[in-house]
């Protein structure tokens, strides 16, 4: 079963030392890829780079920035294939911003052909 990790925490991390936590993402990536749980994930540009569509009335609408304003922005993603709910939580836990931010986690719906 796959379950989507979705990364929040504020980009104006002053506190936080990059090359330690940039150190801690690499060994959670060498961790869950041996465990064969890593299907993939990526991190993004700053939210100042972010675009949202909207189509109402068949027009397109434009608006820079994220589709919500919050404190926390998306900075990033793992893909992970787990057994069950329980090991993907277990799994977000060692994600290393879980101890700045927010690690959601939602199960990937599978449709039927």
Known sequence: MQFLALIYSTEDQDDVDMPTLLEQYDA????????GVLVGGNAL???STATSVRL???????TDGPFAETKEQ??????LECK???????WAAKIPSARYGTIEVRPVMVFED
């Open 28 to 35: 959670f990536g060498e961790e869950a890829g041996a465990a």
């Open 45 to 47: 540009e700053p939210v």
């Open 56 to 62: 109402r009335q068949g027009q397109s609408e434009l």
């Open 74 to 79: 998306l900075g990033g993603y793992y893909m």
């Open 84 to 90: 069950d709910l329980d090991e993907a939580l277990h």
